[in-house]
Nanobody, 122 residues
Framework: VQLQAYGGGLVQAGGSLRLSCAASGRTFSSYLMGWFRQAPGKERDVVAVINWSGSATQYADSVRGRFTISRDNAKNTVYLQMNSLKPEDTAIYYC????????????????WGQGTLVTVSS
């Protein structure tokens, strides 16, 4: 599956952004999907994951209650709604697909989008 993430940009602290990730292929609905982020000088960390149907989600502690992951299998798209953004949310955000039933480990995700930059100013 090929992925393309978009929707990043510059936003003030406290603001909101919605990231989208469009997938190619007819089997999108079978994939576990995730959003990861990588800040300068840091490792790539999981932000949120969602199972194939959207019935199960998991969030990093740092974003729980502020971010929401969702998917629309009819549109082959996964979303990340980000509210109450903080400067520490500044990073390149990547969407990724995994054939596993469930995981939050980056190495379990075989397909990656190109990343979209989110910058939160204080």
């Amino acid at each position: 599956v090929q992925l393309q993430a978009y929707g990043g940009g510059l936003v003030q602290a406290g603001g909101s952004l919605r990231l989208s990730c469009a997938a190619s292929g007819r089997t999108f609905s079978s994939y576990l999907m995730g959003w990861f982020r990588q800040a300068p000088g840091k490792e790539r960390d999981v932000v949120a994951v969602i199972n194939w149907s959207g019935s199960a989600t998991q969030y990093a502690d740092s974003v729980r209650g502020r971010f929401t992951i969702s998917r629309d299998n009819a549109k082959n798209t996964v979303y990340l709604q980000m509210n109450s953004l903080k400067p520490e949310d500044t990073a390149i955000y990547y969407c990724a697909a995994s054939g596993r039933h469930w995981s939050h480990i980056a190495t379990d995700f075989a397909s990656w989008g190109q990343g979209t930059l989110v910058t939160v100013s204080s």
